[in-house]
């Protein structure tokens, strides 16, 4: 850990570190590696060998799953107070990653290596905090795969572009990756909702103008 690292910031954003033995906190001080990473640099990516479990303590790392032709799905964001799941997986399993982890804005990381993080798994705190991820991403996961799955594109489109106030900054490419769709098909879907006067769609940002029609449009999870 660094010598400038706030050791208070870190159980304040994970308690469990907090209840730890003495020894336990003491080898996470000696062993822990503390990084700064700007917004696009890469965490992980699909096929490498995990070298740590991050603990986020500023800023944002997102996981998506990349095809052969570049489309992308973003699984999960990882922020403050959060893990990855699919670290924990990798380290647990020895397997390599099946997906890629971005900076989405400038982030800083505590990186526990493999020994240290296998080494904490021995205490309970620790262990209840990583069993909760599962339980905790499981749910994201499942929920995502049925929007996927089973919602069609404007609907699920549509309840993307809520709750971010009148000006949504974000770009086609971006939203698709995130719908797990392709561009073309995002822009298509935007032109549509354009015409029927729910958008105004500019460079890198859509207006909203009538978020009552996005929502009866995004409606409940249903069969296409």
Known sequence: MSERQD???????YPAIAHLPAEARARIAREAQSLELPAGARVFAAGEAP???PLVLDG???VAKVAAQGRELALYRVGPGEGCILTSSCL???????AQGVVERATRLLVLPPPLFAAL???EPFRAFVFRLFSERLAD???LVEAVAFRRLDARLAERLLGHGADVRITHQ???DELGTVREMVSRVLKSFEEQGLVALGRERIGILDASGLRRLAGPAENP
């Open 51 to 53: 070298r740590g479990f």
């Open 141 to 143: 996961l499942t929920e």
């Open 174 to 176: 971006q939203l698709a």
């Open 92 to 98: 647990l399993g020895g397997a390599a990653y099946t």
């Open 121 to 123: 798994l021995a205490h």
């Open 60 to 62: 944002s790392v997102r």
């Open 7 to 13: 050791p208070d910031e870190l159980t304040r954003w």
